[in-house]
């Protein structure tokens, strides 16, 4: 069973920084893409980052300039550097594990974690 375990969430003020990691924990072979995505209360989810098996990144643009996803593949860990945070920020935090395999002849499945609620204080 895979797991994915999110920590990093919490309050800051405008302006300020923090740091969100996801580790996928169980058997697995193989991630095809990594991602966080957010949902602001009365919103849709949308996909905040995304970052391929082989380090290609996609943001939305809100978002450009500010944050940054990077990854280990070898640890299966995604970590979202969020900087110069605004209050429209405020979500709850999402990470996402797409086509996920525990062997590589496995079905790829997507997985997700509890969510992380971040908080920007104006």
């Known amino acids: 069973q895979v797991q994915l375990v999110e920590s990093g969430g919490g309050l800051v003020q405008a302006g300020g920084s923090l740091r969100l990691s996801c580790a996928a924990s169980?058997?697995?072979?193989?991630?095809?893409?990594m991602a966080w995505l957010r949902q602001a209360p009365g919103k849709q989810r949308e996909l905040v980052a995304s970052?391929?098996?082989?380090?290609?990144?996609n943001y939305v643009d809100s978002v450009k300039d500010r944050f940054t996803i990077s990854r280990d593949n070898a640890k299966n860990t995604v970590t979202l550097q969020m900087n110069s945070l605004k209050p429209e920020d405020t979500a709850v935090y999402y990470c996402?594990?797409?086509?996920?395999?525990?062997?590589?002849?496995?079905?790829?499945?997507?997985?997700w974690g509890q969510g992380t609620q971040v908080t920007v204080s104006s």
């Open positions: 970052i391929t098996s082989t380090g290609t990144t």
């Open positions: 169980g058997t697995i072979f193989s991630i095809d893409a």
């Open positions: 996402n594990a797409v086509g996920v395999r525990i062997r590589y002849y496995s079905t790829a499945r997507d997985y």
